[in-house]
């Protein structure tokens, strides 16, 4: 599967944004899928997850209650609500998939990856 992030931005603390993650190739409904953001000089982190079906989700402690992981199978897109965004939200994002019927947290178990797109969250 082939993953192409898009939605990123400037925005000011307390904005909002949605990221969208479009899956080329057949059968998307298959694949599990995750959020991941990296900061300069940090490494990669997991920030949302969904099972392959949409009815499991799972968040990193930092963004819970802020973000919405969801996805669309017939649009073959999985999306990324951000609200009551802060500076500390400010990275590249990407959006990964692993053939599973289970959502995860870890990034090793993302075999396919996005070309990530910039979230800057000005104070």
């Known amino acids: 599967v082939q993953l192409q992030a898009s939605g990123g931005g400037l925005v000011q603390a307390g904005g909002s944004l949605r990221l969208s993650c479009a899956a080329s190739?057949?059968?998307?409904?298959?694949?599990?899928m995750g959020w991941f953001r990296q900061a300069p000089g940090n490494e990669r982190e997991f920030v949302a997850g969904?099972?392959?079906?949409?009815?499991?989700?799972l968040y990193a402690d930092s963004v819970e209650g802020r973000f919405t992981i969801s996805r669309d199978n017939a649009k073959n897109t999985v999306y990324l609500q951000m609200n009551s965004l802060k500076p500390e939200d400010t990275a590249v994002y990407f959006c990964?998939?692993?053939?599973?019927?289970?959502?995860?947290?870890?990034?090793?178990?993302?075999?396919?990856w996005g070309q990530g797109t910039l979230v800057t969250v000005s104070s």
């Open positions: 190739g057949r059968r998307f409904s298959s694949y599990a």
């Open positions: 990964a998939a692993r053939w599973s019927m289970y959502a995860s947290t870890t990034r090793g178990e993302f075999p396919s």
């Open positions: 969904i099972d392959r079906s949409g009815g499991d989700t």
